[in-house]
C-alpha cells in the first residue's frame, strides 16, 4: 500500500511539474491529463471508488478536453513556445521548496488523530449523496448557483456587441 | 433645551439658513448672518448679564443622555469663565461679519463656514463633558481649513494646511488622553471628573497629553509654529476669529480640564509651563519685533501675549488664574481689534509691508488714532482692560516664581517698543503722496472697530464686572488645586 | 428532519429575484420595458430589507445540522449586505446604461453576489463558507470585468479571478490541514474537539485561513490587487467592492476567530497585531501618493481594513459592536464618495484628484457629499466617522494596547493630510470654463441617503451602539 501510494504522489508530482515546466501548451495539457490519473489513483488507495471515477470521467474527460480545445482553437501557428515564460522562476523555486520544508516540518512534528477505518465494500454513493443533499444541501444549491454565473460570465464576455 | 443650547444652536441654524438662500443674493446673505451674529451677541449678553454671581458655579445645566452605551452625556453649564468666554466669542463673532461687509467671492459659502466655526467655539466654552467639548473643538477646525485655504492671502495653501495637521496632530493627544480619562472612570462628564482622585502617576502622564493637545492651540512654544502663518493668511474676520476666539480655547481647556480635574499633574508640568511661558513672552515679542510685515507682527504678538496667560496657569493660585482668564478675554478683543485694524487699512493700501507706509496719520487720522488705542491697549496701559489682567497674572505669579514673572515683566518693555516703532513706521512721520488718494476709515467699516474699542475701554474702566465674573469660575478650581496638594 | 425556513428565506429570495431579473430580462423584449428591470431590482431589495426587520432574530436558529445557522450578527450582516447592495444598484442605474444595453444580466448578478455574501454571513461550517465566498467572488470577478471593451475593467477582472484563485487555493489548504488534524469542518465541532494545546501544523492552517480570508479584506500583504481592482472595475461595482465583499469578508473574519480559534487567539494574535499595523501603515502611506481618486479610495479602504482589524485585536465584546458599528459608517461613507466618483466619471469620464477642481461651483451638492463622506472617513466630527474610531480607540486602550492606538492616531493624521488634499482640490479652483454638472436624480438619492445617515449616526449614534452591543453580546454570549 505504503508503495503504491508513494508511486501515485511521485507521479503526481512528476507529472505536475512537467505541467508548469513544459513550453508547450499541448504538452502541458497531456501532462495535466497524467496528473489527474495520478490523483484518481489516490482517491482509490484511500477506497474513495466514486470520487476516483468521477475525478476522471470529469477532469479528464471534460476540462482536459476542453483545455485542449481552448488550446487548439484560440492559438494561430505553432504552439512551440506557447506555455508563457515567468520571470520569477527562481524566486518562486526557491520560496516553494522553503514553504515544503517548512510544512514537512510541521507534518513530521505533529500526531495526527487515527483515521476511523473506512467500511471495506460500503457505498460511498449513498453516502455521498447522503451528505450532499442533506448537511451540505446550501452549499450544493448555490454551487448550482455559481455554475449558472460562471455560464453567464462566459456569455458576456464572449458574446460580440455592438 | 436651556439658553446654552440656544446660543450654541443659533450659528448652526443660521447656516442652515444660509444654505437656502441662493448664492446671488449676497446682501440678503450678509443681513441674514448679521441678524444671527447679532442674536448669538445679545444671547450671550443675556447670559452674561443673567448668570446669577451671588449664586456662583455652574448655572443653566442642561444634561440629555447622548450615547448611552458609553453614558455620554450632551451637557451644558456656564460657570463665570464660560460666560465671559461664550460673551467674547459673541462679541468678535458679531465684529467679524461687519469687518466682512465688502466680501464680494463665494459670500454664501464664507458665511456658512464662519457660522459652523463659530457654533463650534460656543460648544467649547459651554459644554461639561469631555467628549461634546472635544467634538464640538474638532467642529471648529474644518471649516477654518476652508475658510484660510479659498478666502485667504499669500500662501494660503501652505498656511491651511500647516494650521489643520498642527490643530489635529495636537487633537490626537487629547483624544488618546480622553480615552485614558474614559478607560480610566467611566465617565466623562468634567463636574463628576473632578470628584474622582487619580493616581499621581496618571495625572502627570494625562495632564501631559493634554498640555501638549491644548497647548498647539494656546499656542505653546514650540508648538506655535502654525500661528503665523494661518493668522496672516487668514481672511480678516477669521483672524479675529483665530486670534480672539480660537487660541483660547487651548487655554480655557487648560484650565478648566487640565487644572480642574487634574491639579496634581499641572503642579507637576507647571513649572515647565512657566518656562515656556517665558519664551513665549519673551523670545516670540523679539521675533515680532523684526517682522516686516505688518499682519506677522500682529501674529506674533498674539502669541506673545498668550504666553502671559500661560505664566498666569502655571502659576496655579487665584490671582493669577483670574488674571489668565482675563487675558484671555482682553486679549481677544484687543487681537480682533488689531486684526480688524490691519485688515480694514490693507483694504485701503493692498500692502502689509511696513516699510510701504508712512505717514499715514495725515491721511487716516481716524485709523491711526484707532491704532494707537489698540497698540496702548496692547502693551498694557493704565486704562484698558488688559492693565487689569497682566497686572493680576503678575501679581498672582510673582508669589510663585519670583525670577520668571520678573523676566516675563521684561516682554511688556519690548511690546512697547514694537508696537510703537509699528505705529511710528506706519502713522507718522512726513505726509506720504503716495497715500494722497486714500479715504480715511468711514461708515460700516468702522462700526466694529469702534465698537471692540469701546468694549475695551469699557472694561478697563469697570474691570470688575468681569473679573469678579472669572473669579467666580476660577474659584472652584483653585479648591480642586488646594485639595490636591 | 425539521428545516428552518426562516433562516434562508432572505438567501432564498435574492436568488429567486436574480433569477426572476435573469428571465424577465430575457422576456422583455424591447429595451424601454428593459430599463424598468433596474428599478424592480430596486423594489425587491427594498421589500427585502423591510422583510428582513420581520425575521425572527433573537435567538440562534439552524438550517440543518449547524451548517448554515442566523443569528443576530447573521442577520445584521445580511441587513449591511442589502442596503449596499440597493444603494449600489441606484448608484448604478444609470451609470451602467451604456454598458448594459438595458439588460437585466447586471442587476441579476448583483443578486447573486448578495446570495453569496449572505452565505458567508450564515455559515458555520468551512466548505458551506468557501462556496458563498466563490459565489461572491466570481460573481465581482464578471462585474469587474463587465465594460469588457475598457481595457482596464478587463484588466482588473482577470487580476482579480487570478489572484483570488491562488486565495482560495490557500485557504482550502489550510481548512484541508484542519479537516485533517480534527476530522470535523463545522464550526461547533471544531470549538469542542480544539484543546488549548496546539501543534505546528495547526499553527500553518489558523496562518492559511488567515490568509485566505485576509484577501477578501485587503489585508497587507494580501492587498495587491486591491487598487488596480477598484480602478478597473465600474463605480458601482468597485462601491459594492468595497463595501459589501469587505464586509463579508470581515463576517466570516469575526465568526472564524471570534468564534472557532478562539482558544488559539494567543497564537495568532501577535501575528494578526503585526499585520494590523503593517496594514495601517503601508494603507495610508501610499495613499499620500495616489492622484486618482478611485486609487485613493482603494488604499484608504486597506487602511480602513487596518483600523477595523483594531475591534478583532481589542477581542470583546465591545470590540465586536465597534466593529459592527465601524462597518456601519464606513458603508455609508464610502458609498457617498464613490457616488460623487460616479458623477464626475458620468460627466467627464475621468476620476484623477486635479479634476474634481472647480466642483464646488459646477456641482455643490455633489461636493457636500464628497467633504462629508471624506470627512467621515478621517474620522472628523460630527460624522459618524470620528464616534467609530472613538468607539475603536477606547476599546484598543482599554485592552491594554496603548502603543497600537497611538499608531492608528497617527496614522489617522496621516489619513487626514490626503483626504484634506482631496477636499481643497474641489472647493477651490477655476470655474471660468466648466459649466454646471448634470447628475442623474438616482445618484443624488444615494448621495443623499449616505449624506443624512452619515452625519445622522454621527450625531445621534445612540440608537446603533445600543443594538450593536446586544448584537455582540448575542454573538459572544
Same mark, same amino acid.
Do not use: C
Given at each position: 500500500m505504503i508503495i503504491i501510494f508513494y508511486l501515485f504522489s511521485f507521479l503526481l508530482l512528476a507529472f505536475a511539474l512537467g505541467t508548469v515546466l513544459s513550453k508547450n501548451l499541448v504538452h502541458s495539457a497531456l501532462l495535466m491529463i497524467g496528473s489527474f490519473f495520478a490523483v484518481a489513483g489516490l482517491y482509490i488507495l484511500l477506497q474513495a471508488e466514486f470520487l476516483a471515477m468521477v475525478q476522471i470521467l470529469v477532469y479528464v474527460g471534460a476540462i482536459a478536453v476542453l483545455v485542449v480545445f481552448g488550446v487548439m482553437l484560440t492559438r494561430k501557428g505553432s504552439v512551440k513556445d506557447s506555455n508563457l515564460p515567468n520571470r520569477y522562476k527562481k524566486v518562486g523555486a526557491l520560496s516553494a521548496v522553503i514553504f515544503f520544508a517548512l510544512l514537512v516540518r510541521s507534518i513530521i512534528n505533529t500526531s495526527f488523530p487515527a483515521p476511523s477505518s473506512p467500511v471495506v465494500g460500503a457505498n460511498t454513493i449513498i453516502q455521498i449523496a447522503q451528505t450532499l443533499l442533506t448537511q451540505y444541501a446550501v452549499a450544493f444549491e448555490a454551487l448550482g448557483v455559481l455554475l449558472l454565473v460562471a455560464i453567464i460570465g462566459a456569455i458576456i464576455i464572449g458574446k460580440e456587441t455592438k | 433645551m436651556s439658553l446654552l443650547s440656544y446660543i450654541i444652536l443659533t450659528p448652526f441654524i443660521g447656516a442652515a439658513m444660509l444654505v437656502l438662500i441662493p448664492e446671488k443674493q449676497t446682501t440678503f446673505i450678509k443681513l441674514v448672518s448679521a441678524l444671527f451674529a447679532f442674536i448669538g451677541l445679545a444671547l450671550s449678553f443675556y447670559l452674561f448679564l443673567n448668570y446669577d454671581k451671588s449664586l456662583g458655579g455652574m448655572q443653566f445645566v442642561e444634561n440629555i443622555p447622548w450615547i448611552k452605551a458609553f453614558a455620554i452625556n450632551y451637557k451644558l453649564g456656564a460657570d463665570g469663565l464660560s460666560v465671559s468666554m461664550a460673551l467674547l466669542t459673541g462679541i468678535i463673532w458679531f465684529a467679524g461679519v461687519l469687518v466682512t461687509w465688502n466680501l464680494q467671492e463665494r459670500v454664501k459659502e464664507f458665511f456658512i463656514y464662519m457660522l459652523i466655526l *463659530? #457654533? #463650534? *467655539?460656543?460648544?467649547?466654552?459651554?459644554?461639561?463633558?469631555?467628549? *461634546?467639548?472635544?467634538?464640538?473643538?474638532?467642529?471648529?477646525?474644518?471649516?477654518?481649513?476652508?475658510?484660510?485655504?479659498?478666502? #485667504?492671502?499669500?500662501k494660503k495653501e501652505y498656511s491651511a494646511m500647516k494650521y489643520t495637521l498642527y490643530l489635529l496632530a495636537g487633537s490626537a493627544f487629547s483624544l488618546i488622553a480622553l480615552i485614558l480619562i474614559y478607560i480610566h472612570s467611566s465617565t466623562l462628564d468634567v463636574t463628576q471628573l473632578a470628584l474622582i482622585t487619580y493616581s499621581v502617576p496618571f495625572q502627570k502622564f494625562i495632564f501631559f497629553l493634554l498640555l501638549i493637545g491644548f497647548g498647539v492651540i494656546v499656542p505653546l512654544w514650540p508648538l506655535h509654529r502654525w500661528t503665523p502663518d494661518g493668522h496672516s493668511s487668514a481672511p480678516t474676520a477669521i483672524s479675529m476669529l483665530l486670534a480672539g476666539v480660537i487660541m483660547k480655547l487651548g487655554g480655557y481647556a487648560l484650565i478648566r480640564v487640565g487644572i480642574g480635574v487634574f491639579p496634581a499633574g499641572a503642579a507637576f508640568w507647571a513649572p515647565l509651563i512657566a518656562v515656556i511661558a517665558v519664551v513665549n513672552c519673551i523670545y516670540i515679542a523679539l521675533v515680532a519685533m523684526v517682522q516686516k510685515d505688518l499682519k506677522y507682527v500682529v501674529a506674533n504678538s498674539s502669541i506673545s501675549h498668550m504666553g502671559y496667560v500661560l505664566i498666569g496657569i502655571a502659576a496655579m493660585n487665584t490671582i493669577s488664574l483670574t488674571g489668565a482668564a482675563s487675558q484671555m478675554f482682553a486679549h481677544g478683543i484687543m487681537a480682533a481689534l488689531f486684526f480688524a485694524l490691519v485688515g480694514a487699512i490693507y483694504n485701503k493700501t493692498h500692502t502689509r509691508m511696513l516699510a510701504d507706509f508712512g505717514g499715514l496719520a495725515f491721511q487716516m487720522p481716524r485709523a491711526a488714532t484707532l491704532f494707537l488705542i489698540t497698540g496702548l491697549a496692547s502693551l498694557g496701559l493704565p486704562g484698558f482692560f488688559n492693565f487689569v489682567a497682566e497686572f493680576l497674572i503678575f501679581a498672582g505669579a510673582f508669589k510663585v516664581y519670583p525670577v520668571l514673572t520678573t523676566v516675563t515683566i521684561l516682554a511688556v518693555v519690548i511690546t512697547a517698543i514694537y508696537v510703537l516703532r509699528v505705529v511710528q513706521q506706519m502713522f507718522f512721520g512726513p505726509r506720504n503722496p503716495k497715500w494722497d488718494s486714500l479715504t480715511d476709515l468711514k461708515g460700516i467699516e468702522l462700526v466694529p472697530l469702534v465698537f471692540l474699542a469701546v468694549i475695551l475701554l469699557w472694561f478697563g474702566l469697570v474691570p470688575s464686572s468681569i473679573t469678579n465674573l472669572i473669579n467666580q469660575g476660577i474659584d472652584p478650581i483653585v479648591a480642586q488645586i488646594g485639595g490636591a496638594l | 428532519m425539521i428545516l428552518s425556513w426562516p433562516t434562508i428565506i432572505l438567501e432564498i429570495s435574492s436568488l429567486g429575484i436574480g433569477l426572476l431579473l435573469l428571465i424577465l430580462g430575457l422576456v422583455f423584449t424591447s429595451l424601454k420595458s428593459k430599463a424598468t428591470l433596474g428599478y424592480f431590482s430596486i423594489i425587491a431589495l427594498l421589500l427585502m430589507l423591510v422583510g428582513s426587520f420581520y425575521l425572527p432574530s433573537g435567538a440562534t436558529q439552524t438550517f440543518i445540522n449547524n451548517f448554515y445557522v442566523q443569528d443576530s450578527l447573521a442577520l445584521f450582516f445580511k441587513q449591511l449586505f442589502i442596503v449596499s447592495a440597493l444603494l449600489v444598484n441606484t448608484m448604478a442605474l444609470r451609470y451602467m446604461k451604456p454598458h448594459t444595453n438595458n439588460r437585466g444580466d447586471f442587476f441579476a448578478l448583483t443578486f447573486f453576489a448578495l446570495t453569496g455574501m449572505m452565505m458567508m454571513a450564515s455559515a458555520a461550517e468551512f466548505i458551506t463558507l468557501y462556496i458563498g465566498l466563490e459565489l461572491m467572488t466570481f460573481t465581482f470577478v464578471l462585474l469587474t470585468a463587465y465594460k469588457k471593451h475598457d481595457l482596464k475593467s478587463g484588466e482588473a477582472g482577470l487580476k482579480y479571478i487570478l489572484l483570488s484563485a491562488v486565495s482560495s487555493g490557500v485557504l482550502l489548504y489550510g481548512f484541508s490541514l484542519l479537516y485533517g488534524l480534527t476530522g470535523a469542518l463545522d464550526f461547533s465541532s471544531l470549538v469542542a474537539l480544539f484543546a488549548p494545546t496546539s501543534s505546528p501544523l495547526l499553527v500553518w492552517a489558523i496562518v492559511m485561513v488567515l490568509a485566505g480570508l485576509g484577501f477578501k479584506i485587503a489585508l497587507v500583504p494580501f492587498h495587491m490587487w486591491t487598487p488596480d481592482v477598484y480602478e478597473g472595475a465600474p463605480t458601482p461595482i468597485t462601491a459594492?467592492?468595497?463595501?459589501?465583499?469587505?464586509a463579508a469578508g470581515f463576517v466570516a473574519f469575526i465568526r472564524v476567530f471570534f468564534q472557532v480559534f478562539a482558544v488559539y487567539s494567543p497564537i495568532f494574535m501577535p501575528l494578526l497585531i503585526a499585520l494590523t499595523v503593517l496594514t495601517l501603515l503601508i494603507g495610508n502611506l501610499i495613499a499620500l501618493a495616489q492622484?486618482?481618486?478611485?486609487?485613493?479610495?482603494? @488604499?484608504?479602504? +486597506?487602511?480602513?481594513? /487596518? @483600523? =477595523?482589524?483594531?475591534?478583532? +485585536?481589542?477581542? $470583546?465584546?465591545? /470590540?465586536?459592536?465597534?466593529?459592527?458599528?465601524?462597518?456601519?459608517?464606513?458603508?455609508?461613507?464610502? +458609498?457617498?464618495?464613490?457616488?460623487?466618483?460616479?458623477?464626475?466619471? +458620468?460627466?467627464?469620464?475621468?476620476?484623477? =484628484? $486635479?479634476?474634481?477642481?472647480?466642483?464646488?461651483?459646477? $456641482?455643490?451638492?455633489?461636493?457636500?457629499?464628497?467633504?462629508? $463622506?471624506?470627512?467621515?472617513?478621517? /474620522?472628523i466630527p460630527p460624522t459618524a466617522g470620528f464616534i467609530g474610531k472613538f468607539y475603536l480607540f477606547t476599546e484598543l486602550v482599554s485592552r491594554g494596547y496603548l502603543w497600537l492606538a497611538f499608531v492608528a492616531v497617527g496614522m489617522s493624521l496621516v489619513a487626514i493630510y490626503y483626504y484634506l488634499v482631496v477636499i481643497r482640490t474641489f472647493l477651490s479652483g477655476s470655474v471660468a470654463e466648466k459649466t454646471s454638472m448634470t447628475i442623474p436624480f438616482s445618484l443624488k438619492l444615494v448621495m443623499l441617503v449616505s449624506v443624512v445617515m452619515t452625519i445622522g449616526i454621527g450625531v445621534f449614534p445612540g440608537p446603533f451602539t445600543d443594538y450593536l452591543l446586544k448584537v455582540a453580546q448575542a454573538f459572544l454570549g
Open positions: - | *463659530v #457654533g #463650534g *467655539v460656543f460648544g467649547v466654552f459651554l459644554s461639561l463633558d469631555l467628549l *461634546v467639548l472635544f467634538i464640538f473643538l474638532e467642529i471648529a477646525v474644518i471649516p477654518k481649513f476652508i475658510l484660510i485655504h479659498i478666502w #485667504g492671502s499669500g | 459594492f467592492l468595497a463595501v459589501g465583499s469587505k492622484t486618482h481618486l478611485k486609487r485613493l479610495l482603494a @488604499y484608504s479602504s +486597506i487602511a480602513h481594513a /487596518g @483600523y =477595523i482589524l483594531l475591534g478583532v +485585536i481589542a477581542y $470583546s465584546k465591545l /470590540g465586536l459592536s465597534a466593529i459592527l458599528f465601524y462597518l456601519l459608517l464606513y458603508m455609508f461613507a464610502n +458609498i457617498g464618495a464613490f457616488a460623487a466618483v460616479a458623477a464626475l466619471v +458620468i460627466n467627464t469620464g475621468q476620476d484623477k =484628484i $486635479s479634476d474634481l477642481a472647480g466642483l464646488w461651483k459646477s $456641482s455643490p451638492f455633489t461636493s457636500v457629499v464628497l467633504l462629508v $463622506s471624506l470627512l467621515s472617513l478621517a /474620522g
